[in-house]
């Protein structure tokens, strides 16, 4: 059994494996969403 340092660091990182993904998805919605809405407001 390891140290409470180590078992913490790898709950930590196992954690954040996942958010990364979500952020990375998140930042490129926010990207679209962006570029749509400067086409709608050169339209009108």
């Given at each position: 059994?390891g140290?409470?340092?180590k078992?913490?660091?790898i709950?930590?990182?196992?954690?954040?494996?996942?958010?990364?993904?979500?952020?990375?998805?998140?930042?490129?919605?926010i990207?679209?969403?962006?570029?749509?809405?400067?086409?709608?407001?050169?339209?009108?």
């Amino acid at each position: 059994m390891g140290s409470n340092r180590k078992r913490t660091t790898i709950i930590r990182e196992r954690k954040a494996k996942p958010n990364r993904k979500n952020l990375k998805k998140n930042q490129d919605r926010i990207q679209k969403n962006a570029a749509i809405l400067k086409e709608l407001a050169d339209e009108s």
